[in-house]
C-alpha cells in the first residue's frame, strides 16, 4: 500500500489487520490535527489507553497520529485526558476521541 507507519511495541505485536483498519479509516490525515502542531499525515499508532495501563491493539483504542502531535499528546497529559487521546487504565476506549480532527465535540448521554 505504500504507508509507512511506525509499529510500537515490545511485549505483544500489533495484527496488521487492525493497524490497516486504523490507517483506512484515517484515510492520510492525522486523526488528533491538534492546532498549531500537526503535520498532517498519520506516522504514528497512538495507544489511547497506554499499553503500561493495560491497552490494547484495538481499533478503539488506536488512532492514528502524526509525530507532532503524538509528542504534544504525551507532553499534555491533563489536556490529552480530558481530549479523550489518552484513556486511563480503568476506563474504556470509546471511539472516536471527545477531540477528533482538530475538534471536540460533545458526546450525546448515554440511555
Known amino acids: 500500500m505504500g504507508r509507512r507507519v511506525v509499529l510500537m511495541g515490545r511485549a505483544k505485536r500489533m495484527p496488521r489487520a487492525v493497524a490497516e483498519a486504523v490507517l483506512d479509516r484515517a484515510d492520510g ?3 488528533a490535527m491538534i492546532p498549531t502542531v500537526c503535520t498532517g499525515s498519520p ?3 497512538h495507544h489511547r ?3 503500561s495501563q493495560g491497552g490494547e491493539h484495538t481499533t478503539d483504542n488506536l488512532v492514528g497520529i502524526c509525530s507532532a502531535c503524538h509528542d504534544w499528546i504525551h507532553e499534555h497529559p ?5 481530549a479523550e487521546l489518552m484513556v486511563h487504565g480503568w476506563e474504556e476506549p ?3 476521541p471527545a477531540f477528533y480532527r482538530g475538534r471536540m465535540t460533545q458526546r450525546e448521554e448515554e440511555t
Do not use: V
Not at 491533563?78 to 480530558?82: E, I, L
Open 94 to 96: 470509546r471511539f472516536p
Open 78 to 82: 491533563r489536556w490529552a485526558y480530558r
Open 29 to 31: 490525515w492525522c486523526e
Open 49 to 51: 489507553q497506554l499499553r
Open 43 to 45: 506516522e504514528h499508532l
